[in-house]
T-cell receptor
């Protein structure tokens, strides 16, 4: 079974430039998550999708960040314009479901390491 | 969701058991204990979870104290490939994981 696929793995840009990250979740997983992980810290949730609907984007800096999940499968996270403080690893994860009484582990991709110069 | 406390780092000799502690003194009755690990340059990987009883799978064992205020993840025979950051997370049935800074385990040859 293929895991969560992310691209690119690494990206170096200058500040004020736009950047986009792509994620392909595990087939059949309805729930998709984007996390940001700063150096030496654990991942922090940015946004969660249930199918194509963003059901929790409370931690997404909406002035410069945007995300979409067309057709409820692949997802793209965009930053425009990027700032120095956006340097981090951006992780995508998926699970069968996001809520409910069951226990649904999240499967993470390898992440995209963004460096803003 | 309850906050967890883990030691920042630990060393373990290869082939020995690695015992990683986690304190979660404010855990409530419906909250599970999860463990994930993150190997360098990879995303976090699920290891195991439990509610009250001790749990074991092919990767590890989870021991939860009777009062549920702390737990220990046990890797029975640590290998060099187990070198990683281990995260203890406590949460209810909702989706939201709150990762702390974890324990950096180094397995020594």
């Amino acid at each position: 079974e293929a895991g969560v696929v992310q691209s690119p793995r690494y990206k170096i840009i200058e500040k004020k430039q736009p950047v986009a990250f792509w994620c392909n979740p595990i087939s059949g997983h309805n729930t998709l998550y984007w996390y940001r992980q700063n150096l030496g810290q654990g991942p922090e949730l940015l946004i969660r999708y249930e199918n194509e609907e963003a059901v929790d984007d409370s931690q997404l800096p909406k002035d410069r960040f945007s995300a979409e999940r067309l057709k409820g499968v692949d997802s793209t996270l965009k930053i425009q314009p990027a700032e120095l403080g956006d340097s981090a690893v951006y992780l995508c994860a998926s699970s069968l479901r996001g809520t409910g009484t069951g226990v649904y582990e999240q499967f993470f991709g390898p992440g995209t390491r963004l460096t803003v110069l | 969701d309850a906050k967890t406390t883990q030691p920042p780092s630990m060393d373990c000799a290869e082939g020995r058991a690695a015992n990683l502690p986690c304190n979660h003194s404010t855990i409530s009755g419906n909250e599970y204990v999860y463990w994930y690990r993150q190997i360098h340059s990879q995303g976090p990987q699920y290891i195991i979870h439990g509610l009250k009883n001790n749990e074991t799978n092919e990767m590890a064992s989870l021991i939860i104290t009777e009062d549920r205020k702390s737990s220990t993840l046990i890797l029975p025979h640590a290998t060099l490939r187990d070198t990683a950051v281990y995260y203890c997370i406590v949460k209810s049935g909702t989706y939201k994981y709150i990762f702390g800074t974890g324990t950096r385990l180094k397995v020594l040859a």
